[in-house]
Antibody
Framework: EVRLADSGGGLVKPGGSLRLSCAASGFDFNGYTMSWVRQAPGKGLEWISSISSSSTHIYYADSLKGRFTISRDNAKNSVFLQIDSLTAEDTALYYC???????????WGQGTLVTVSS | QSALAQPASVSGSPGQSITISCTGTNSDVGNYDYVSWFQQHPGKAPKLIIYAVTTRPSGVPDRFSGSKSGNTATLTISGLQAEDEADYYCIAYTRKITWVFGGGTKLTVL
């Protein structure tokens, strides 16, 4: 069974940083591109970034470039999202998701909540 | 990359059909047949219900169907049921090798 377990969220002060993690299991992690998606409270879904299986290709949403860094560790079956210079607008539930060969997203983590507040 | 345009809300009675549009540009919706639709109930992760414009994943009822014309994709739900009440999102692959979501549509079953 494919499982994605998101973690690392919490309460952070404005200007702070956070590193989110997603632990994958139940499939050959090395063979898949992974993405992060977020959802602010009461708002819609927003795609953040993707990283290819060997980390060769990394892409970010134009509006979010600069403060977000995606990475992965295939030996640990994990993908990460570093977020710097956090603002209140980054308060959201952050999901990791697996990009399927058919170019869609079937499997999602449960999400990890990031709250930015002083 | 601007969000794809979806109506904020739609509604229908049980048994009726509804459609939700998703309008983008020739750089995303109009450029590839990589449009997916997700259903999201409150407090839950998104659930894939349509991918590659028209394909339903295993287990998704055939009441859900998708189509595309030009820069607009459409989700149709026929035979509305109470459990279909949820938020619906489209997503499209873009020429920049990125993804863009629609703003979401709240479906109310009257």
């Amino acid at each position: 069974e494919v499982r994605l377990a998101d973690s690392g969220g919490g309460l952070v002060k404005p200007g702070g940083s956070l590193r989110l993690s997603c632990a994958a299991s139940g499939f050959d992690f090395n063979g898949y591109t992974m993405s992060w998606v977020r959802q602010a409270p009461g708002k819609g879904l927003e795609w953040i970034s993707s990283i290819s299986s060997s980390s060769t290709h990394i892409y970010y949403a134009d509006s979010l470039k600069g403060r977000f860094t995606i990475s992965r560790d295939n030996a640990k079956n994990s993908v990460f999202l570093q977020i710097d210079s956090l603002t209140a607008e980054d308060t959201a539930l952050y999901y990791c998701t697996r990009e399927e060969w058919e170019l869609t997203f079937l499997h999602w983590g449960q999400g990890t909540l990031v709250t930015v507040s002083s | 990359q601007s969000a794809l345009a979806q109506p904020a809300s739609v509604s229908g009675s049980p048994g009726q059909s509804i459609t939700i549009s998703c309008t983008g540009t020739n750089s995303d919706v109009g450029n590839y047949d990589y449009v997916s639709w997700f259903q999201q109930h409150p407090g839950k992760a998104p659930k894939l219900i349509i991918y590659a414009v028209t394909t339903r994943p295993s287990g998704v009822p055939d009441r859900f169907s998708g189509s595309k014309s030009g820069n607009t994709a459409t989700l149709t739900i026929s035979g509305l049921q109470a459990e279909d009440e949820a938020d619906y999102y489209c997503i499209a692959y873009t020429r920049k090798i990125t993804w863009v979501f629609g703003g979401g549509t709240k479906l109310t079953v009257l």
